[in-house]
């Protein structure tokens, strides 16, 4: 598995939703009754996938390792920036730089567009996630509530540098970019871990996207 010559990274296709959202539930479910508020990611559909590609503008990248899917990460455009979000990998698959090479793709997709900064944001209580995208180059750049959790999210970002370079945009002071960077996190959350749309408040043919909602306690919908 080491060799890297075993693992492929393209980008998925709607006809790849149901490969995705199995590897979202079974990568995530080490932490399902463990970390509060819960992840989103519990309850992904493969309907739910296909809406966030084409109504909400995420891309996913699917690793497979000899052809078999093991991972995968996602990642949609926002202005200034690439917000990446949902690395996960098979728990078969870990330990073999598969997080690694879909974290380098994502940023490969931000260098063909010239954007210069990935955002992304960690839980707070998992340090060894944070730690390893730190050892990936990510720094923190601020705190973000959820579901009313003081500092549950840590912000991180990663920014690129280009050879020849135009003019550098000015650099706002820390506090500043903090708290642009905890609103764009708490809009980030909103679509990606707290909000539930009920089709019923939807356009017919988002609804008809959507499809059913998602199984989910009434518990974890707090
Ligand atoms: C975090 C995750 C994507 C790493 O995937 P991976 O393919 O095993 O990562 P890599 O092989 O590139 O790197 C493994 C390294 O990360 C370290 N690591 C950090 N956090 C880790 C974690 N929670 N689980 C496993 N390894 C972790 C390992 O110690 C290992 O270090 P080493 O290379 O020095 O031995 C994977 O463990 C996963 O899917 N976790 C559940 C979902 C998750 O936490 N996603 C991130 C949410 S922000």
């Given at each position: 598995?080491?060799?890297?010559n075993?693992?492929?990274?393209?980008?998925?296709?709607p006809?790849?939703?149901d490969?995705?959202?199995?590897?979202?539930?079974?990568?995530?479910?080490?932490?399902?009754?463990?970390v509060?508020?819960?992840?989103?990611?519990?309850?992904?559909?493969?309907?739910?996938v296909?809406?966030?590609?084409?109504?909400?503008?995420?891309?996913?990248?699917?690793?497979?390792?000899?052809g078999?899917?093991?991972?995968?990460?996602r990642?949609?455009?926002?202005?200034?920036?690439?917000?990446?979000?949902?690395?996960?990998?098979?728990?078969?698959?870990?330990?073999?730089?598969?997080?690694?090479?879909?974290m380098?793709?994502?940023?490969?997709?931000?260098r063909?567009?010239?954007?210069?900064?990935?955002?992304?944001?960690?839980?707070?209580?998992?340090?060894?996630?944070?730690?390893?995208?730190?050892?990936?180059?990510?720094?923190?750049?601020?705190?973000a509530?959820?579901?009313?959790v003081?500092?549950?999210?840590?912000?991180?970002?990663?920014?690129?540098?280009?050879?020849?370079?135009?003019?550098?945009?000015?650099?706002p002071?820390?506090?500043?970019?903090?708290?642009?960077?905890?609103?764009?996190?708490?809009?980030?959350?909103?679509?990606?871990?707290?909000?539930?749309?009920?089709?019923?408040?939807?356009?017919?043919?988002?609804a008809?996207?959507?499809?059913?909602?998602?199984?989910?306690?009434?518990?974890?919908?707090?």
């Amino acid at each position: 598995m080491a060799d890297d010559n075993r693992v492929a990274i393209r980008t998925a296709g709607p006809d790849d939703a149901d490969v995705i959202a199995d590897i979202t539930r079974t990568a995530f479910g080490q932490f399902e009754g463990r970390v509060y508020p819960p992840f989103r990611a519990h309850a992904q559909t493969p309907a739910h996938v296909r809406w966030e590609m084409e109504a909400k503008g995420f891309v996913y990248g699917l690793a497979l390792v000899d052809g078999r899917p093991a991972g995968h990460v996602r990642w949609r455009l926002r202005p200034g920036y690439m917000h990446v979000s949902r690395l996960a990998v098979l728990p078969e698959c870990r330990g073999f730089g598969v997080g690694r090479r879909l974290m380098a793709w994502a940023e490969e997709e931000a260098r063909r567009r010239r954007v210069r900064v990935l955002r992304g944001e960690v839980r707070t209580a998992l340090t060894d996630v944070l730690k390893y995208y730190m050892d990936m180059g990510y720094r923190v750049i601020g705190y973000a509530s959820l579901h009313g959790v003081p500092r549950c999210l840590t912000l991180i970002e990663k920014r690129l540098s280009y050879r020849r370079q135009t003019a550098r945009p000015a650099r706002p002071e820390r506090e500043e970019r903090t708290d642009d960077a905890a609103a764009s996190a708490a809009e980030e959350a909103a679509w990606v871990d707290e909000a539930r749309i009920s089709p019923r408040l939807l356009h017919p043919a988002l609804a008809r996207l959507i499809g059913p909602p998602a199984q989910r306690s009434r518990r974890n919908r707090r």
